[in-house]
Each structure stands twice: as structure tokens, then as C-alpha cells.
């Protein structure tokens, strides 16, 4: 059984007692969290398809820990003036597992 839900702009594929990395969510290590935009549910032979989301569907999930991704370089550069900038950028994330789908 599997499921597609939205967070953060972006859609995920998950299934039970998977560990992923989402947007930054505003919850504490180790508290619960639930999906409720639930765009797609399989279940066997079974699929669910949204519109836009599915009715009564959610994806109950456990926050692991927050962290930053690693460092991405940002290089500007303009070939016959002086002009170069260089600038980081780092990523935050929430680690979650997820608990259950409930359809």
C-alpha cells in the first residue's frame, strides 16, 4: 500500500515505514504529524485517484529530527569585467517516518 501526498510545494511517494526528507515543518522531534492532502491511494489492486485530493484519506507520520542539507555553491561570474560573486546556501529539512496510511 502506498500513497502520494503534497507538503511543501512538492509530492511524495510513501509508504508505510518510510523515511524521508520534506520542507521544514514547524513540530518537535519525536511528535506526530498528519497528511491530509492525499492525492493518490493504492491498495492492492486497488487505486484511489483524487480530485484534487482524496476524501477522508491521510498519512500519519513521526518527525525525526530537523537538520540543514549540505552546502550549494552559487557562482556568478561576467567574463570581461571583474565581476564575481560567490554565495552558499543551505537547505533546511524535517526527517519524518511514516506511521500509517489511512484510506
Known sequence: MYAVIQTG???????EGDILRVELLEKDPK????FDKVLLVENGDLITV????VAGASVEAEVIRHDRA??????????????QRTQGHRQGFTEIR??????
Request: no cysteine.
Open 70 to 83: 549540505k552546502k550549494v555553491i552559487i557562482f556568478k561570474k561576467k567574463r570581461t569585467t571583474t565581476y
Open 50 to 53: 483524487g480530485q484534487p485530493t
Open 31 to 34: 511528535q506526530a504529524v498528519t
Open 9 to 15: 510545494g512538492k509530492q511524495y511517494r510513501v509508504a
Open 98 to 103: 511514516i506511521k500509517g496510511i489511512i484510506a
